[in-house]
């Protein structure tokens, strides 16, 4: 077991606390910029399999990891699984279309031998008549006419042109048993071995796509906590089901835009994190947050507008993907959206969407609102829990108390996996009837914190077993 033996150098009552997640691509795939990343506020890594090789992710991880603990800062690591991503073949050049036209799409075409267009997914097996199938990110619009002998036969609704492997999105149809793709698995296979903690599974339409990965995952003895992308109009019709069943969420607002209508996210993403308060399970907003960025040193005004909205409505984490994947300015664009959510944090406190209901009435969500409350009353610095899954810390930041939460466990996988949650800093330390006390102590001579702060504990009286949170203390250093 690790200790993060490095004090954060700032007071406690400074901390970032909606959290950064960046993707590694290739204009960061080498050490210095991933520790540059990190340095500037990143607090996860995002690994996207949709491109690159296995074989380079493991440098990669052992680079996360190296600059974690050389910066005594705990990270995550989430690796994106591709899902059943959709895409047109090969082909040479561009090929016009127009409104009114008909075309053929076909699984691995000749278009120069056959006319049919090329695509990399037999979606004869899938699709029906009368489905919307949108291709190049909807810029080119089609409806499907018939289906048959292989060949799906469509109409085109506007002029545009095609590129080859340009992304197809079907938003009336239904992948069901389909989600998890053979590479999927080859991927969470490779992964079970590897530092991982976090999934993330793509193009989720129902809670039983979420249950078939955690069954996978538990079959490779793999503890890395799911994330459900939503990003199809079936994951909205069972959003619920699939937030109660998942470990975290993503908002992949590209794909969405997409599969419903521009228009329908900025509801839709307000919605689901008031859904993930409710039901205490951490909420990733991604998707072109800094888009511009990727070309430029400066971001619209529109996207700063964007950053700080999804602060201020209570989002867990943002996210940066190619804009520090394939980017020109990858460690500005961290610092430009670390700045956004701090300045935001200080002077725009999260509106609460949801209030925080708990059906069962537990003991656990007891104390941890009681602990809350509590913390507020006294006006505490910070509230500490002493957590072995990471739940515990998890209800608390649920809550979005106005105090920094220090969450202290004796697993390093949980603390990486709590560096994605709203508000926490989390510390590995032995498991111990006084953790918390050791911890807050170290951090007071430190300067973390300082003589006289009023700090409010969560705890149990078994210290290392899962689910005993029973005791609330105030305890003045």
């Known amino acids: 077991m690790k200790t993060t033996q490095k004090a954060p150098n700032v007071p406690v009552t400074d901390f970032k606390r909606t959290k950064i997640l960046a993707t590694i691509g290739p204009g960061t795939s080498n050490y210095d910029m991933v520790y540059k990343m990190i340095e500037a506020g990143a607090n996860g890594i995002r ?69 049919q267009i090329p695509i990399q997914y037999d979606l004869s097996k899938k699709v029906k008549r009368g489905e919307r199938l949108y291709i190049f990110d909807g810029k080119v619009k089609t409806i499907i006419t018939s289906v048959k002998d292989g060949i799906v036969h469509v109409n085109v609704e506007n002029d545009g042109v095609l590129l080859k492997r340009k992304g197809i999105n ?18 969470a296979t490779w992964g079970s071995g590897q530092d991982i903690d976090y999934v993330a599974q793509s193009f989720v339409q129902t809670a039983d796509d979420i249950k078939q990965l955690h069954k996978i995952l538990k079959n490779l003895g793999s503890n890395a906590k799911i994330v459900a992308k939503i990003e199809t109009v079936a994951a909205l019709e069972n959003i619920e089901s ?7 969420i993503m908002i992949a607002r590209g794909d969405l835009a997409v599969e419903t209508a521009p228009e329908v996210v900025p509801v839709e993403q307000r919605r689901i994190v008031g859904l993930c308060r409710k039901y205490s399970k951490p909420v990733i907003v991604a ?22 909205t999804a602060a ?4 867990d984490c943002v996210m940066l993907s190619e804009e520090t994947a394939v980017g020109k300015y990858p460690v500005e664009a961290i610092k430009i959206m670390k700045r956004v959510v701090t300045y935001t944090e200080k002077y725009s406190p999260v509106d609460a969407v949801f209030r925080i209901v708990d059906e069962e009435n537990t003991r656990q969500s007891a104390i941890v609102s009681a602990a809350v409350t509590l913390t507020e009353e006294v006006d505490a610095t910070a509230i500490v829990a002493e957590t072995k899954s990471g739940a515990t810390a998890v209800q608390i930041s649920a809550r979005r108390p106005d105090h920094p939460i220090i969450a202290v466990t004796s697993l390093e996988r949980v603390s990486n996996q709590l560096a994605l ?57």
């Not at 009336?172 to 991927?187: L, M, N, P, Q």
């Not at 998707?287 to 700080?308: G, I, N, W």
């Not at 201020?312 to 989002?315: A, Y």
Request: net charge negative; aromatic share 6%; charged share 25%.
């Open 287 to 308: 998707t072109q947050m800094l888009a511009t960025m990727t070309e430029s040193s400066e971001p619209t005004r529109a996207e700063v507008s964007d950053v700080a």
């Open 47 to 115: 690994l996207n399999c949709s491109h690159g090789v296995n074989e380079e992710r493991v440098e990669q991880i052992e680079w996360v990891r190296k600059a974690s603990n050389e910066q005594g800062k705990p990270v995550a690591i989430l690796q994106d699984l591709q899902g059943p991503k959709i895409r047109l073949g090969d082909f040479e050049g561009v090929i016009p279309v127009q409104a009114g036209q008909s075309l053929q799409l076909k699984y691995k075409a000749d278009y120069e031998r056959s006319g």
């Open 312 to 315: 201020i409505i209570g989002t």
């Open 242 to 248: 699939i937030i109660d069943v998942s470990d975290a």
């Open 421 to 477: 949650v709203y508000g926490v800093k989390s510390f590995v330390r032995p498991d111990s009837k006084s953790a918390a006390t050791k911890l807050t102590n170290w951090l007071e001579k430190s300067k973390t914190l300082k003589k006289g702060d009023v700090i409010v504990t969560a705890s149990g009286q078994y210290p290392g077993v899962v689910g005993t949170t029973d005791t609330i203390k105030v305890r003045v250093l």
């Open 170 to 187: 079907l938003p009336d149809t239904d992948f069901a048993g389909d989600v998890i793709t053979k590479k999927d698995v080859e991927d």
